[in-house]
């Protein structure tokens, strides 16, 4: 069965690939049906555990076709068929062919074909075909990142992420290529064996990371993010950086583990995860704060993986397990209400054209949809209860208590992880009320903000499809517990014989319980508060007489006092003008935030590399003479070498 | 049938006590500076009063301005359901219920916060910018404490986590959990509940544009936050379960009235920080509560 699903995906897909430039319908008929089959293939390999493999009788460059479905790569790809298929959807309202005459037919290609590719690295169990899916897979999120390559912005993100994306894959080929020689076949599977292999963990660890975005290997993801049309910002956040996750999870359940990697994991996951929320409450540019936002939840799934490595290598089973699942299922949640908050951006930014939300304001009335849709994926992100983000981080936060209470070796990271997790929780409502408050509610603070529509059914269609599953994972969390559970066994081979004690059997319905309290409330204060005719007035401003909205407080006011801590590492480029003598005509105020690694590490580095360069070029002029010169002044040297015997 | 019951008394028990608080910290203040004072029961008019109002809206204002009041409202009394109290042990315990609790508080900053924005006025956006600021330093403050309980106890119920003392570092956990307290609550000296100088304000200036039935619920949501940290604070210090009922039920009462008083007294005798000194007390509150850990962890792997 999940043979035929697969199969049908993936022609369904490659015939999206062909079709899709010509026939938009049949395009969006193939892709939903590509999605259905593998959310039911993922859905019946979750329940039944067994994992499914198909041997080509073919050879492609020079090795069989292997592919192989357990259940971490049916995590995945439940994940890929749900942002795939909705935004498939989303994009036929968003990047629709009356207004992207040029480019919404390449989306529809490249859309397919990055799926399928991703599809293909998913189920790759040959290390050479999964370099050559992992390739293709970038090559493709490469031009849907540019489907607007006529702006400069655009093409430099591109091209970014193009490098850091190919910087990552030299890691991963000097992996696959070390694991092939030293196992003797591309085959992939458990060598946990095979001690020796230990650190190809770290290369690995780094390959992977470059496209999962871990801090600071994410210096690609904010611009990549932001440039790209929402919808492929969605696939690329809910799923693309998911691929490089699966890397970290998959291979640290297969290779043996150096003792270093599972606090070094949960370090780094705890540190992705608190810079990552940090730049995100520092930017003004909604679709950047969602982006980094995305580096802050791959830092939460890490320090859950993290949990489960520790938990693997102490040989402890029960609180790893935990964190284990709670990371899967925080993968999950992530690529569900980060799709709904990249397709409201999408909508946000469709209907006024800007991304700048100083700009924005009050749009609330003009998109009510959007906005009641846009603020339940932000209490989803910001990991609050009744919602699915807080059942996740909750399950994290189990497995590294379960580490604390039983007084383990690991608590010493593990204590520090909870810390950090808390603050990056705090940090991370602050940024998502920052960022639905100033879009949507007070007034409108440009003119921009003031002549908007609402989006359409196309668009509003998966937000409400990913706002219910927002809900349902976070209500009834039990339903998809079985599932998190037989991955989590599946990871790692020697857990799968025991029972899996399930924590979320209380959670559950107390979430529900409190889902409908505040239902009860909503409507109780509001049959008693609304009676009759409400009076209604300007907003009270302490007697102000006349108010503007551009004395709402904006973004940057609004973060001002929590960036101000992270100064160290943000980093700010401020111009100011102040306001000078009796009657000031104008001041301003420009505030900047700087992808720091980027800009002030990696940027200064490249410069003095090329400066170096550029020196060391002066030697090679064409003049041949010299050149004979080095040659008698190379020779004279070594001869000198000779001559006294001085040994190297 | 016992359940509902227990349950109805509980949520009474809560609705009731609550509102009694706040007029407990004025009378306080008032004999320390030597006048009469409101009367202890002034917020039960306030509340009454306010019950039976009308509102008044911003023109600005969408539906979530009425919704946030009734969510934060709820998100307080479901956490306060969360917590044990004392020998009566909790309606409803189960493992990691104390991180249900610290989120349910969250979702209740989340919806003041939204509420705040809504009116589009300045004075609340600045309110909302310093609550949601404050509370990553309050609220990495309070984990480390569940922590530090949590390593003492081995446990991460609540109620088996709150039923022991907190050990050698008692002392050091009370010092951090009352900072935060003021704090979370808004009280002297990061708040001053009394003012009407909007500019130097966190939470009165958030709820500047609500009234009526919506601002009951707020003034009361507030004052069960205060009776709900007043009553953790004491069971994380005292250990309630080692004593007899009776006696430990009177202990956790002395307790939140010591706690209530010391809010009173802390405002008669201290002038509110200035804002740039309020992030540098709470991070010694995050101190307060690591040294605590720091000791419980000495403890428990000796």
Same mark, same amino acid.
């Given at each position: 069965?999940p ?8 022609i369904?897909?490659a ?9 938009p ?20 390999? %979750? ?14 460059a ?6 192989r479905?357990?259940?971490i ?19 036929r309202?968003?990047w629709?062919?009356?207004? *992207? ?10 859309w ?10 998913l189920?790759?169990a ?8 992992w390739? %293709?897979?970038a ?14 912005e ?11 994306s ?24 458990p ?5 020796? %292999? ?19 290997l *994410? ?5 990549a ?20 996750l ?22 780094v ?5 608190l ?7 520092a930017?003004?540019?909604f679709?950047?704060?969602? &982006?980094?936002s995305?580096?802050?939840n791959?830092?939460?799934i ?5 949990g ?24 999950w949640?992530?690529a ?17 054209g ?7 304001g009050? %749009? ?9 849709l846009?603020a ?6 910001a ?9 996740s ?11 604390v ?12 992880a909870i810390?950090?997790l808390?603050t ?5 409502l602050a ?8 879009i ?6 440009t ?12 668009m ?7 706002? /219910? ?7 009834v969390?039990?339903?998809f517990?079985?599932g998190?559970?037989?991955? /989590? ?29 505040v239902?009860?409330?909503?409507a /109780? ?23 503007t909205?551009r ?7 609004? &973060? ?5 801590w ?5 980093a ?18 420009i ?9 002030r ?34 020779l ?10 001085v040994?190297? | +049938? +016992? ?32 006048r ?10 306030d509340? @009454?009063?306010? #019950?039976?109002?009308?509102?008044v ?9 009425l ?9 307080i009394?479901?956490a306060a +359901? ?5 020998p009566?042990?909790? @309606? ?10 610290i989120?349910?508080?969250a979702?209740?900053r989340?919806?003041?916060? #939204? ?18 600021s ?6 990495a ?7 530090s309980?949590?390593? $003492?106890t ?5 109620a ?18 009352f900072?935060?307290l ?13 003012? $009407? ?7 009165e ?14 003034? $009361? ?8 940290f007043s009553i953790?604070?004491?069971? @994380?210090?005292?250990p ?9 039920t009177g ?29 540098l007390?709470l ?6 509560c ?13």
């Amino acid at each position: 069965m999940p043979g035929w699903l697969t199969g049908t995906a993936a022609i369904a897909l490659a015939a999206g690939t062909l079709l899709g430039l010509r026939t938009p319908r049949i395009w969006l008929a193939a892709t939903l049906l590509a999605a259905t089959a593998l959310l039911a293939a993922a859905i019946g390999e %979750l329940r039944t555990g067994v994992p499914w493999d198909w041997h080509s009788r073919f050879l492609v460059a020079g090795q069989q076709v292997h592919w192989r479905m357990d259940a971490i790569s049916a995590v995945f790809i439940a994940v890929l068929a749900f942002v795939g298929g909705l935004g498939a959807v989303y994009s036929r309202g968003y990047w629709d062919d009356r207004h *992207h005459p040029r480019s919404a037919p390449r989306s529809r290609v490249w859309w397919s074909a990055m799926l399928l590719s991703m599809l293909v690295v998913l189920l790759s169990a040959n290390g050479l075909h999964f370099l050559i899916a992992w390739e %293709l897979f970038a090559l493709c999120s490469y031009f849907l990142i540019t489907l607007e390559r006529r702006d400069t912005e655009v093409r430099a993100a591109g091209w970014l992420y193009l490098a850091a994306s190919h910087a990552g894959t030299l890691c991963l080929f000097a992996f696959f290529s070390a694991l092939a020689a030293r196992t003797g076949t591309w085959e992939l599977g458990p060598v946990r064996d095979h001690p020796e %292999l230990a650190p190809l963990f770290w290369i690995a660890l780094a390959g992977f990371g470059v496209k999962a975005g871990l801090f600071p290997l *994410h210096i690609w993801l904010p611009s990549a993010h932001a440039n790209a049309p929402s919808h492929v910002s969605a696939l690329m956040s809910g799923v693309a950086i998911k691929l490089g996750l699966y890397g970290i999870i998959r291979f640290g359940g297969w290779l043996p583990l150096p003792p270093a990697a599972g606090w070094v994991v949960m370090a780094v996951g705890a540190v992705t995860g608190l810079l990552g929320i940090a730049f995100a409450l520092a930017q003004d540019d909604f679709k950047r704060l969602l &982006a980094y936002s995305s580096v802050e939840n791959i830092g939460i799934i890490l320090v859950g993986v993290g949990g489960g490595l520790l938990g693997v290598t102490h040989g402890d089973t029960a609180w790893g397990r935990l964190a284990m699942a709670g990371a899967l299922l925080h993968l999950w949640n992530h690529a569900v209400f980060k799709s709904l908050l990249f397709f409201g951006a999408g909508s946000v930014l469709h209907a006024t054209g800007t991304r700048e939300m100083s700009r924005l304001g009050g %749009l609330w009335r003009a998109m009510p949809w959007t906005a009641i849709l846009f603020a339940t994926g932000a209490v989803a992100v910001a990991a609050l209860p009744p919602l699915n983000g807080f059942v996740s981080e909750w399950l994290v936060y189990l497995g590294l208590f379960g580490a604390v209470t039983s007084h383990h070796s690991a608590a010493v990271v593990a204590m520090p992880a909870i810390i950090v997790l808390g603050t990056t929780g705090a940090l991370a409502l602050a940024a998502f009320v920052k960022a639905s408050a100033m879009i949507f509610l007070g007034g409108p603070r440009t003119a921009l903000a003031r002549s908007v529509h609402e989006s359409g059914r196309w668009m509003l269609g998966p937000m409400l499809v990913g706002a /219910v599953a927002c809900l349902a994972l976070g209500l009834v969390p039990l339903v998809f517990w079985p599932g998190i559970s037989t991955a /989590v066994g599946a990871w790692n081979s020697g857990w799968a014989a025991e029972p899996a004690a399930n924590p979320l059997r209380v959670l559950g319905p107390v979430q529900v319980g409190i889902a409908a309290t505040v239902l009860l409330g909503v409507a /109780v204060l509001r049959r008693r508060a609304v009676t009759g005719p409400v009076p209604v007035g300007p907003t009270w401003d302490c007697g102000y007489a006349a108010p503007t909205a551009r004395m709402q407080y904006t973004s940057g006011s609004f &973060a001002g006092i929590a960036t101000g801590w992270f100064g160290w590492i943000l980093a700010p480029e401020r111009r100011m003008r102040r306001p000078r003598g009796f009657f000031p005509a104008e001041a301003s105020r420009i505030e900047r935030f700087p992808e720091t690694v980027l800009e002030r590490v990696l940027g200064p580095a490249a410069r003095l590399t090329l400066r170096f360069a550029a020196t060391a070029r002066r030697l090679q002029h064409g003049r041949l003479q010299f050149y004979i010169a080095y040659v008698v002044v190379g020779l004279l040297g070594l001869a000198a070498l000779v001559v006294t015997g001085v040994k190297p | +049938m +016992m359940t509902v019951i227990e349950i109805a008394l509980r949520l009474a028990g809560w609705l009731v006590l609550a509102p009694l608080l706040p007029g407990i910290i004025n009378q306080v203040k008032a004999w320390v500076a030597g006048r009469r004072g409101p009367p202890v029961l002034q917020l039960y008019y306030d509340l @009454a009063r306010l #019950w039976r109002k009308r509102i008044v809206l911003s023109t600005l204002a969408s539906p979530g301005f009425l919704a946030g009041p009734a969510v934060a409202w709820v998100a307080i009394l479901a956490a306060a +359901m969360l917590l044990p109290l004392g020998p009566a042990g909790t @309606a409803l315990s189960f493992k990691g219920d104390v991180l249900l609790l610290i989120y349910l508080l969250a979702l209740a900053r989340f919806a003041t916060a #939204w509420a705040a924005l809504e009116t589009g006025s300045a004075f609340e956006g600045m309110g909302a910018a310093r609550e949601v600021s404050y509370a990553v330093l309050a609220e990495a403050a309070i984990i480390t404490a569940v922590l530090s309980l949590s390593v $003492h106890t081995g446990s991460i119920t609540l109620a088996e986590m709150l039923e022991p003392a907190s050990g050698a570092g008692a002392a050091l956990l009370a010092g951090g959990l009352f900072t935060v307290l003021l704090a979370e609550n808004c009280r002297v000296p990061f708040d001053d509940p009394n003012t $009407h100088l909007e500019l130097t304000m966190i939470h009165e200036v958030m709820v500047l544009d609500h009234s009526g039935p919506p601002f009951a619920a707020i003034l $009361h949501g507030a004052s069960m936050k205060l009776l709900l940290f007043s009553i953790l604070l004491t069971e @994380a210090v005292v250990p309630l379960g080692s004593l007899n009922p009776i006696v430990a039920t009177g202990i956790l009462l002395a307790g939140v009235l010591v706690v209530t008083v010391g809010v009173g007294l802390v405002e008669s005798l201290l002038a509110r920080l200035a804002f740039r000194r309020v992030p540098l007390l709470l991070t010694t509150a995050f101190l307060l509560c690591l040294f605590a850990l720091l000791v419980a962890w000495k403890g428990a792997t000796a």
